[in-house]
């Protein structure tokens, strides 16, 4: 965040000194706060060669270490094992391992992963997914319609917004059109993006991919951040 400065302007001369008005109390100059310095990153967050295509290594310093993947208490404890709870303002997902601990990731969200809350189902996972363009989103932006349902949608790869994993949500047995996906990157991660559902890293969403559990819930947190996703859309 950018803080406004403040400028004084100086007037007067010794001559004059006598009619000046008496000198103001001196006005200190905000101080920007120098950008944090973060350590590096871990090691599996390092390039990854073994997939269809090559992922980059995320670059030392780009992420706070609070949006690092790590095993932290479980806030979830009555939750099953396999259950994965996502808190759009906190920008953070849970994946509960057992009652004692859960392994979180930090996430950015888009305008739909603020749009939508409840319980749904893990229905089925996919390695480098096709981008099938939902209607709504074509509306608003017409040239996507090569990539829309019809047409087959995106080829997979490093281009595809949906990244190198994606885990597909349903609820009494229809499709919520929300996924939580790769692609995400570094300077986007903890915020609120322009569009999409909930943006992984692509270490992380193949990490997530390999632990998830088909047919475990999973829980949106409301938003109570009113008129994001207006904002957003």
Same mark, same amino acid.
């Given at each position: 965040?950018?803080t406004r400065r403040s400028f004084v302007a100086l007037a007067g001369a010794g001559g004059l000194a006598a009619c000046a008005r008496p000198p103001a109390e001196p006005v ?68 509960v391992q057992n009652p004692d601990k859960a392994m979180r990731y930090g996430v950015s969200v888009g305008a739909a992963g603020f749009a939508w809350d409840g319980e749904a ?19 608003? =932006?017409?040239?996507?319609?090569? &990539?829309?349902? +019809?047409?087959? @949608? ?7 917004? /949906? ?39 692509? =270490?992380?969403?193949?990490?997530? &991919?390999?632990? +998830?559990?088909? @047919? ?7 938003? /109570? ?9």
């Amino acid at each position: 965040m950018l803080t406004r400065r403040s400028f004084v302007a100086l007037a007067g001369a010794g001559g004059l000194a006598a009619c000046a008005r008496p000198p103001a109390e001196p006005v200190s100059r905000a101080i920007m706060a120098p950008a944090p310095i973060h350590p590096p990153m871990p090691d599996f967050y390092d390039a990854i060669t073994t997939e269809p295509w090559p992922i980059p290594a995320i670059p030392d310093g780009s992420i706070d270490p609070r949006l690092w993947r790590q095993e932290v208490a479980n806030p979830f404890p009555t939750r099953a094992r396999g259950t994965i709870v996502i808190d759009p303002d906190a920008a953070m997902l849970h994946f509960v391992q057992n009652p004692d601990k859960a392994m979180r990731y930090g996430v950015s969200v888009g305008a739909a992963g603020f749009a939508w809350d409840g319980e749904a189902r893990l229905q089925f996972r996919r390695e480098w997914p096709r981008w099938k363009v939902p209607a709504n989103m074509i509306k608003r =932006q017409p040239e996507l319609e090569p &990539y829309s349902v +019809a047409n087959g @949608g995106m080829d997979p790869g490093p281009d595809n917004p /949906m990244g190198a994993r994606a885990l597909y949500l349903f609820k009494d047995g229809k499709d919520t059109l929300y996924r939580i996906h790769g692609s995400a990157s570094p300077q986007e991660l903890g915020k609120a993006v322009s569009s999409g559902c909930i943006r992984m890293l692509n =270490q992380d969403a193949i990490d997530l &991919y390999e632990r +998830a559990i088909h @047919g475990s819930s999973v829980v949106v947190l409301p938003s /109570m951040k009113p008129g994001v996703t207006d904002q957003m859309y």
